[in-house]
């Protein structure tokens, strides 16, 4: 896409920070103010293989799509979605099964400016996108461009990647889980991945910290805490690990052993 082609952003607050732009910059996107660059770059000095960190979490999101496809699930839900970033789930899922479908969740009004290149798939397959918020997982269910898109009477994979953190535990992030899947058919998939501190206390809180001061809340859970979202389903293996651990497939030995900081992991509903 070139800069002419590229949409206008919407009219949004520059001087407050917001989660999905500070996460494009670290992507090496080109859709963020000052003030996100500013508090990406206090985020970094704290936890200097972000940029890294962050791909693995887009390589995990990658990698959990190509095994659940291989397994027959070609519906999935994406809540969280963030700017597209290529390749964005729905081409990696059409690229194993060009019959795929997606729906698309995000409320960012920056995301909803770019979600027609989100909405460009194969003839076979099917996007839509939907501005709703993960905290209200009710409207999500009731959405019509779901119900037109994916057919819940069938297996679908719903991907939380990167956004659970972003719920305080007074929003019962649970039961935004719970509500979610209990929507979904047997068969259908989890697919989760999470900040944490376990693995790096010190910087880590340091990072958070950045984001809270900038006005994004952000909350670390640990491995059991992340491992609970996935109560009352199959854990696949390796079970709940770091991103980067999950089922690697053509890494190199340098990305592997990077500290990502955030735990991931995908279930299967019985």
Not at 70 to 87: K, S, W, Y
Not at 94 to 118: G, M
Request: charged share 20%; proline share 7%; aromatic share 6%.
């Amino acid at each position: 896409m070139t800069e002419t082609d590229r949409p206008a952003l919407p009219k949004v607050n520059q001087a407050v920070p917001s989660s999905a732009r500070i996460y494009d910059y670290v992507l090496g996107g080109k859709d963020h103010y000052p003030v996100d660059r500013d508090a990406a770059e206090k985020v970094i000095e704290a936890f200097p293989t972000v940029h890294v960190a962050a791909r693995q979490n887009r390589n995990f999101m990658h990698r959990a799509v190509n095994e659940i496809t291989a397994m027959g699930v070609t519906q999935f839900l994406d809540i969280g979605t963030g700017i597209p970033t290529e390749p964005n789930l729905h081409q990696v899922a059409q690229a194993a099964r060009p019959d795929a479908r997606v729906a698309y969740v995000d409320n960012d009004p920056i995301v909803l400016a770019h979600a027609r290149a989100l909405l460009v798939g194969t003839a076979e397959g099917r996007t839509t996108y939907i501005d709703a918020d993960l905290n209200a997982p009710e409207a999500i269910l009731s959405a019509p461009q779901l119900h037109e898109t994916l057919d819940l009477d069938r297996p679908i994979a719903l991907s939380l990647v990167a956004v659970l953190h972003f719920l305080s535990d007074e929003q019962d992030p649970y039961r935004v889980v719970a509500t979610l899947m209990d929507a979904l058919a047997p068969g259908s998939f989890l697919v989760i991945s999470h900040i944490t501190t376990d693995l790096d206390p010190e910087n880590m809180a340091i990072a958070l910290d950045v984001y809270r001061q900038s006005g994004v809340f952000v909350q670390s859970r640990n491995r059991d805490e992340v491992t609970g979202f996935f109560t009352g389903h199959e854990i696949l293996e390796p079970g709940v690990v770091a991103s980067n651990q999950w089922r690697p497939a053509g890494e190199s030995p340098a990305w592997l052993d990077t500290q990502v900081n955030c735990w991931a992991g995908v279930a299967r509903k019985q």
